[in-house]
């Protein structure tokens, strides 16, 4: 029987957050506020992407829960090499979807103010291969002519202006 094939899904971000401690004799992780986890949907012990903004830095690591509603950001262990207090990051979580099921599916962006206190949390529905570039799906949809080629035929005129 064969395995359909799956890729890696963003399902929710905490975006623009401010790193308040990295701390280097940790064991490692990256120490995050339960109330910015639940917004997001992201469970612990779940392995994260996590982008430094203001020096580009990237890393995986996996979340760990620090005390509810204390706007808590820390890397912790190596990773408080490459990330400062200050720093503005991205949290990204991913997981496995079959591509089947991967149209409608919902992905959550957690975005936060300078205390990282939610400032308003957006869903992105995934649309469809057939559906990408239309304008109800992308803000920077452009409609393009269309060929198709066939073996060995000449190629097919779907919209005008195509030669």
Do not use: W
């Not at 308040?20 to 012990?45: E, F, K």
């Not at 760990?64 to 503005?88: M, Q, R, T, W």
């Not at 869903?123 to 080629?149: K, S």
């Amino acid at each position: 029987m064969t395995q359909e094939a799956t890729r890696d899904y963003m399902y929710g971000k905490i975006h623009r957050c401010t790193v308040t401690q990295a701390d280097l004799h940790y064991v490692g992780s990256i120490t995050v506020d339960p109330l910015l986890l639940r917004a997001a949907g992201i469970l612990p012990h779940t392995r994260v992407d996590v982008v430094n903004i203001t020096n580009g830095r990237r890393l995986s690591t996996y979340v760990i829960e620090g005390p509810e509603a204390s706007g808590v950001i820390c890397l912790n262990g190596a990773a408080a090499h490459y990330f400062s207090k200050g720093d503005l990051a991205i949290i990204m979580a991913y997981e496995q979807v079959p591509l089947s099921q991967i149209p409608g599916r919902l992905s959550r962006a957690v975005h936060v103010d300078e205390a990282n206190r939610i400032v308003a949390i957006d869903e992105y529905i995934t649309p469809g291969l057939d559906a990408l570039g239309q304008p109800g799906n992308n803000r920077f949809a452009q409609a393009y002519p269309t060929r198709r080629h066939g073996a060995g035929d000449r190629a097919e005129q779907d919209n005008e202006g195509f030669a």
